[in-house]
Antibody, heavy 118, light 108 residues
């Protein structure tokens, strides 16, 4: 059974940093692209970032480019999102999402909440 | 980036009726890489449709997807209580991936 478990969320002040983690199990992690998708309270889904299976290709939404860095450790079945220069509008539930072998997003974690507030 | 516009914003229907949800892309999705997700309060999104028209595993055949290029539709027949939720379309045809703003399906 595919399981994706996010951690690392919490309360951080504007301008601060936070690192999110995603622990994956139930599939061969190293062979699938992975992504982060976020959802601000009461709002819709927003694509944040993605990383290809071997980690040598990444993509970012314009809203986080230059501030967030995605990475993965295939030896540990882990994906990360390093977030810096956080703003109040980064407040959201962050979901770890797996890509299928046909490129669509198939499995989602339950999310970790990031709150940026003074 | 490709902008996905969903309509209507809210759809009010009764049990047993049929729903038609629209998703329009600002550019052609040449490979029809368009997916639909259902989200209920407090839950992560659930995959319904991928490749514009292929149902995900375990999704009832009351759900169907259609469309190509820039116009896509999610149809739900014989609405049941568990179908009332928010629905999002998502394009993975071109980078960066993007989502529509969502359609809320509510009980009339």
């Amino acid at each position: 059974e595919v399981q994706l478990v996010e951690s690392g969320g919490g309360l951080v002040q504007p301008g601060g940093s936070l690192r999110l983690s995603c622990s994956a199990s139930g599939f061969t992690f190293s062979t699938y692209d992975m992504h982060w998708v976020r959802q601000a309270p009461g709002k819709g889904l927003e694509y944040v970032s993605g990383i290809i299976s071997h980690g040598d290709g990444t993509s970012y939404a314009d809203s986080v480019k230059g501030r967030f860095t995605i990475s993965r450790d295939n030896s540990k079945n882990m994906m990360y999102l390093q977030m810096t220069s956080l703003r109040t509008d980064d407040t959201a539930m962050f979901y770890c999402v797996k890509t299928s072998n046909l490129y669509f997003l198939d499995y989602w974690g339950q999310g970790t909440l990031v709150t940026v507030s003074s | 980036e490709i902008v996905l516009t969903q309509s209507p914003g809210t759809l009010s229907l009764s049990l047993g009726e049929s729903a038609t949800l629209s998703c329009r892309a600002s550019q052609s999705l040449s490979r029809s890489y368009l997916a639909w997700y259902q989200q209920k309060p407090g839950q992560a999104p659930r995959l319904l449709i991928y490749g514009a028209s292929s149902r995900a595993t375990g999704i009832p055949d009351r759900f169907s997807g259609s469309g190509s290029e820039t116009d896509f539709t999610l149809s739900i027949s014989r609405l049941e209580p568990e179908d009332f939720a928010v629905y999002y379309c998502h394009q993975y045809d071109k980078s960066p991936r993007t989502f529509g703003q969502g359609t809320k399906l509510e009980i009339k």
